[in-house]
């Protein structure tokens, strides 16, 4: 994928959330606190927990990475993130045929 991307008005990322201590305390009461931290024009779609709570997986829309970064860089003390660009597959496919 290249420039498709640019095409998109918005774009779609799974975000895995590995919680840097086993002690979630700290990220429990930041959230409570301050809810998700996300920049203006990042929404939250949904998550998952892991089994055994050391990591969150979510989908996430924003305008562009640069956003998802910010973001991150919120939680960055406490959370390590891996954010992909991800497509739905009907997305996907229609680029595809393109």
């Known amino acids: 994928m290249g420039d498709e991307w640019s095409t998109l008005p918005f774009m779609l990322f799974m ?3 590995r919680f840097k201590d086993s002690d979630l305390k700290p990220v429990g009461e930041r959230f409570r606190t301050h809810g998700r ?3 203006e024009g990042v929404e939250y779609k949904s998550s998952w ?3 055994s709570g050391t990591r969150c997986f979510q ?3 924003a305008p562009n990475q640069g956003l998802m970064n ?3 860089a919120r939680w960055e003390d406490l959370v390590e993130f891996e954010i ?3 497509l739905t ?3 996907f496919w229609d680029m595809r045929q393109k």
């Open 15 to 17: 975000v895995i959330e």
């Open 37 to 39: 931290m996300l920049p």
């Open 49 to 51: 927990m892991d089994l």
């Open 59 to 61: 989908i996430v829309e």
């Open 70 to 72: 910010e973001w991150a």
């Open 84 to 86: 992909v660009p991800v």
């Open 89 to 91: 597959s009907s997305d």
